[in-house]
């Protein structure tokens, strides 16, 4: 009895099982492709029309499915299993067992982006630095981005997956401590570039080849990232990521890539035409429509415009009412407190904090919209106000979400930089410093000099233009540069006309302001302009006293030469010349001490002792007219008066020549 109870429970248990197996073969059959009958059951049509077939999400692996079905339904344990395995070979640094429990766990889950996500990045990030080769780590990375790249092909509608690829290759290459051995050891993997041209990437185009004709990992990243926007601009949708960052990397490597090969000493026509191709990208970017939270479109280089548009609406609005908002914030305004009224009518350097928080709490008390505006004004306008309010609130709500999104991704900045980094000056100012440096290593000290003054002076000029670049990455080796520029000239302070002062001024301060460094800059060069000013006039000042000697001496060397004749008639016709000099010894002794004491202090009592002693002998009689004419323009105002009748006699040429007469 009990055995035929046992037998019927277990037929009924197998007849339960058939029955159930009857409708789960009709939900699930899968599809065959044929014409007849070939769409399968209604979870194999669902996974159709939905897209989510294991072709249609991506390559069919069948390692994975094999795997899938050797679970037995429990897949989700075995991959939790897994994930813990792979942490604690990761902590006791049993690498190759990672390796291959990492592979496990992409079998099991090879439609989960975030295995292909946090696992790559795990390989690329936490797995290398344990390394210390450098070849070992760049091993590491290749094998985070090979991780990625097999996550694409399983799900070729990911776009983050393609995304995160993109990022590796720029980021994790070309940012990292090693970037300089990594960006080296990539441009030469030929290994590597076969299999990334496998993976669908057109590395042998000059899209992604540098001046030196090889692969760049910048420009790699790059074409990844653009295959991910054309998979979103196909239809594909795009999930758990923001549309500002996901657009904005692509031109941001196309920068970095330009950026990167002026670093190494790439300052030609290949850096200048780098930035012009990354302007080209960065305005396609501009141009791109943007979704925004609030479910409308945005481009941010049309900013411009909506602000325009804006403007005009109001300008139409305030025609049509007459600039009643206006009037009606004055009556709001005289309805408030005195001391409300106060805080709005001081200016903003000299508002205390509380006045500072009245004059937020009561802005928006004072305006009024121009829908409650809209509806005072009479029928026939009343419409067209409504209009308007309405073509207001969308333009301003337009333009406000785009200024928004421009200060996310700093749109201004990267949009400047583009243009400034196409300067020739800019250009010659960092092979410049970039010459100077390298001649100062080899002790070059006069040409690196030279080199230095030559670079100031050009990073002054492109700083006066594109202040923007004073907070460029690049600043903080420019100021390096310059500390090396001091030590080399052995001074603490630099020269007051050095170029770029107020750069120096505000690295040091670690003010970054572009909108301060042109109003200081403004200041010091219209100060340095006057400085200029005035020095040219002390040297015009300086100038002229020597010139004016120059031409009073002039007219007394012609005396002399007048009257060379009258001396040379008085030595030949004097009869007697003995009898001359002695008159004179015995005349001046008894004059000159009376003549002392009537002469002022300031004739120079000290020149006439030297000067009389020159002119007893009678052999220097064409000394005399020499000396005259320099203690003319000195004695004569002064000596008139009193002195001159009793020195009279001392003239003899006059006398001699009366007696010839």
Not at 83 to 101: G, I, M, V
Not at 188 to 206: M, R, S
Not at 338 to 353: I, L, M, R, S
Request: net charge negative; proline share 6%; glycine share 6%.
């Amino acid at each position: 009895m009990n055995r035929n109870a046992a037998w019927r429970r277990k037929m009924i248990y197998l007849g339960i099982i058939v029955v159930m197996l009857l409708p789960l073969y009709l939900l699930g059959q899968p599809a065959t492709g044929s014409t007849t009958g070939g769409a399968g059951g209604s979870l194999a049509r669902l996974q159709d029309e939905l897209n989510l077939s294991v072709a249609d999400l991506g390559e069919i692996d069948p390692a994975s499915e094999s795997m899938k079905l050797a679970t037995l339904g429990m897949r989700g344990v075995a991959a939790t299993v897994l994930w813990q395995k792979s942490h604690d070979y990761q902590r006791y640094q049993e690498w190759d067992r990672l390796s291959a429990t990492l592979n496990q766990i992409a079998l099991l889950q090879p439609h989960f982006e975030k295995v292909w996500e946090y696992q790559a990045h795990n390989l690329s990030y936490n797995v290398s630095v344990e390394f210390d080769d450098y070849r070992q780590r760049y091993k590491w990375v290749k094998q985070g981005t090979d991780f990625l790249t097999r996550g694409v092909k399983l799900n070729r509608r990911e776009p983050r997956l393609v995304w995160f690829t993109g990022w590796f290759f720029g980021q994790k290459i070309g940012m990292s401590d090693e970037k300089t051995q990594f960006r080296e050891l990539f441009r030469n993997d030929e290994a590597f570039h076969e299999k990334i041209l496998n993976d669908g990437i057109g590395i042998n185009g000059p899209d992604a080849r540098g001046p030196d004709g090889k692969p760049d990992n910048w420009l790699v990243g790059r074409l990844w990232l653009y295959r991910g926007y054309d998979l979103v601009d196909s239809g594909v949708p795009l999930i758990n990521k923001s549309p500002l960052t996901f657009y904005d990397i692509g031109p941001k490597w196309r920068i970095r890539f330009a950026d990167a090969i002026e670093d190494e000493g790439t300052l030609d026509e290949s850096a200048k035409f780098a930035w012009q191709a990354a302007k080209k990208d960065w305005d396609s970017f501009g141009q791109r429509d943007i979704e925004t939270t609030e479910g409308f479109t945005i481009k941010l280089g049309s900013v411009e415009t909506s602000r325009l548009r804006v403007a005009d609406i109001e300008r139409q609005f305030d025609e049509l009412t007459g600039n009643r908002r206006e009037e009606i914030r004055e009556q709001r305004f005289g309805q408030l407190s005195q001391e409300v009224q106060d805080a709005f009518n001081t200016p903003d350097a000299e508002k205390t904090p509380e006045q500072y928080r009245m004059v937020f709490d009561n802005q928006g008390k004072l305006a009024a919209s121009m829908k409650e505006v809209a509806l005072e004004l009479e029928k026939s306008k009343q419409l067209t106000g409504l209009r308007l309010a309405e073509e207001y609130a969308t333009a301003d709500r337009y333009a406000k979400k785009a200024e928004a999104y421009r200060r996310q991704t700093n749109y201004p900045y990267w949009e400047g930089r583009c243009i400034a980094e196409q300067d020739d000056r800019t250009i010659d100012a960092r092979r410049f410093v970039m010459e100077a440096n390298e001649l100062l290593d080899e002790a070059e000290l006069d040409q690196a000099l030279e080199k230095y003054e030559l670079a100031w002076a050009a990073w002054a000029s492109v700083y006066e233009d594109h202040p923007l670049l004073v907070s460029d990455e690049s600043a903080m080796d420019l100021m390096q540069s310059i500390r090396r520029y001091a030590r080399m000239l052995d001074e603490e302070d630099l020269p007051e006309d050095f170029p770029l002062s107020v750069f120096v001024e505000m690295q040091n301060e670690d003010n970054e302001d572009a909108d301060e460094y042109a109003r200081r800059y403004a200041t010091w060069k219209a100060k340095r302009a006057k400085a200029a000013e005035a020095e040219a006039e002390e040297e015009k000042a300086a100038e002229k006293p020597k010139e004016e000697p120059a031409e009073k001496s002039e007219k007394p060397a012609e005396e002399p030469e007048m009257k060379e004749a009258p001396a040379a008639e008085e030595k030949e016709s004097a009869d007697k010349p003995e009898d001359k000099p002695e008159d004179k010894p015995e005349d001046k002794p008894e004059d000159k001490p009376e003549d002392k004491p009537e002469d002022k202090p300031e004739d120079k009592p000290e020149d006439k002792p030297e000067d009389k002693p020159e002119d007893k002998p009678e052999d220097k009689p064409e000394d005399k007219p020499e000396d005259k004419p320099e203690d003319k323009p000195e004695d004569k105002p002064e000596d008139k008066p009193e002195d001159k009748p009793e020195d009279k006699p001392k003239s003899d040429s006059e006398k001699t020549s009366d007696g010839d007469e």
